[in-house]
């Protein structure tokens, strides 16, 4: 089983990426996904998740407006849509698979992970 993270750059302040999680080995349709991202130095906190049917969303408050997750289970891939960057958001993203159907801010609630993008945004 494995989450292939990607789309990570070096970004100005204002301007956007957008991540893709591709998944293999087995479908997750039925679990909640979601982002997470680490900051050099800093623990890993949660940006986003995406219930299994993408009906129920959910993002910390420094990314909410400003970033969009979406799924699409036909694919096995969730996506991760970032706008107005700020040299904040510098960071390593990580998609991560649920062990249940809807999201979760804590990464226990997580069993795959993928490897990690990294987002640059410089100011």
């Known amino acids: 089983v494995q989450l292939q993270a990607s789309g990570g750059g070096l970004v100005q302040a204002g301007g956007s990426l957008r991540l893709s999680c591709a998944a293999s080995?087995?479908?997750?349709?039925?679990?909640?996904m979601g982002w997470f991202r680490q900051a050099l130095g800093k623990e890993r906190d949660f940006v986003a998740a995406?219930?299994?049917?993408?009906?129920?969303?959910s993002y910390a408050d420094s990314v909410k407006g400003r970033f969009t997750i979406s799924r699409d289970n036909a694919k096995n891939a969730v996506y991760l849509e970032m706008n107005n960057l700020e040299p904040e958001d510098t960071a390593v993203y990580y998609c991560?698979?649920?062990?249940?159907?809807?999201?979760?801010?804590?990464?226990?609630?997580?069993?795959?992970w993928g490897q990690g993008t990294q987002v640059t945004v410089s100011s």
């Open positions: 995406i219930s299994w049917r993408g009906g129920t969303t």
């Open positions: 991560a698979a649920a062990r249940k159907s809807y999201g979760s801010r804590f990464p226990g609630e997580y069993n795959y």
């Open positions: 080995g087995r479908t997750f349709s039925n679990n909640a």
